[in-house]
């Protein structure tokens, strides 16, 4: 089995392609150890010290590492784990529910506007997100104040360039399309609060 690798434009993160499919629908996002329990996988890679967020995409996986953790150390053994994964048959997630979320699907309940929403998102945007190792998650929109919340995943976030991906590419092109749409506003999940809140306190 042969894994290659590639930097992201966040230093601290790099994907991690196994040369098989990875993900069949959408993505999947460990932003710490807890949320991992439902994957044999992605807590393998907690295991390892170090580690700071585990993110599946469509065929590649993408680690992000604490500040002074080093690639050099990190990496033989993200191989390793990979490798004994997929040695060992077991399934990427315990309950098969977690596979199959999908945020930008649409439902018969969907006004048309979010319609176009989330099939911008899906065909435009989380593609050249994905590209970078990362993905967005859909939050909802808000038709009063034109707001559109999303979550920023894998190597987006805590990136330093994820703001300027989120206003200038992601809330543009939003805005170009759907006039209805005034702002994009990203929206932290409970381990991004988490680490919001242990460096300011670091401050």
Same mark, same amino acid.
């Given at each position: 089995?042969?894994?290659?690798?590639?930097?992201?434009?966040?230093?601290?993160?790099?994907?991690?392609?196994?040369? /098989?499919?990875?993900? !069949?629908?959408?993505? @999947?996002?460990?932003?710490?150890?807890?949320?991992?329990?439902?994957?044999?996988?992605? /807590?393998?890679? =907690?295991?390892?010290?170090?580690?700071?967020?585990?993110? #599946?995409?469509?065929?590649?996986?993408?680690?992000?590492?604490?500040?002074?953790?080093?690639?050099? #150390?990190?990496?033989?053994?993200?191989? @390793?784990?990979?490798?004994?994964? =997929?040695?060992?048959?077991?399934?990427?997630?315990?309950?098969? /529910? %977690?596979?199959?979320?999908?945020? %930008?699907?649409?439902?018969?309940?969907?006004?048309?506007?979010?319609?176009?929403?989330?099939?911008?998102?899906?065909?435009?945007?989380?593609?050249?997100?994905?590209? !970078?190792?990362?993905?967005?998650? =859909?939050?909802? #929109?808000?038709?009063?104040?034109?707001?559109?919340?999303?979550?920023?995943? &894998?190597?987006?976030? &805590?990136?330093?360039?994820?703001?300027? %991906?989120?206003?200038?590419?992601?809330?543009?092109?939003?805005?170009? =399309?759907?006039?209805?749409?005034?702002?994009?506003?990203?929206?932290?999940?409970? &381990?991004?609060?988490?680490?919001?809140?242990?460096?300011?306190?670091?401050?």
């Amino acid at each position: 089995m042969s894994i290659q690798t590639q930097s992201t434009p966040n230093p601290s993160s790099v994907m991690f392609y196994p040369g /098989k499919p990875v993900m !069949d629908v959408g993505s @999947a996002d460990f932003p710490n150890s807890r949320s991992a329990i439902n994957s044999p996988l992605a /807590k393998a890679i =907690y295991e390892i010290d170090g580690i700071n967020r585990v993110f #599946f995409g469509s065929d590649f996986f993408t680690i992000t590492k604490s500040d002074d953790a080093s690639w050099e #150390f990190l990496e033989p053994e993200i191989f @390793a784990a990979i490798m004994d994964f =997929y040695s060992s048959g077991e399934p990427l997630f315990l309950d098969s /529910k %977690t596979a199959a979320a999908k945020d %930008t699907a649409i439902s018969e309940d969907d006004s048309d506007i979010v319609a176009m929403i989330k099939e911008l998102l899906e065909t435009r945007i989380r593609p050249a997100v994905q590209d !970078d190792g990362g993905d967005i998650e =859909y939050r909802g #929109f808000d038709e009063e104040t034109g707001i559109v919340k999303l979550t920023m995943q &894998g190597a987006c976030s &805590g990136c330093p360039s994820s703001s300027v %991906t989120l206003k200038s590419g992601i809330e543009n092109m939003l805005m170009h =399309y759907v006039p209805e749409v005034k702002a994009v506003e990203q929206e932290l999940d409970a &381990g991004d609060e988490d680490d919001a809140a242990l460096a300011s306190q670091m401050e």
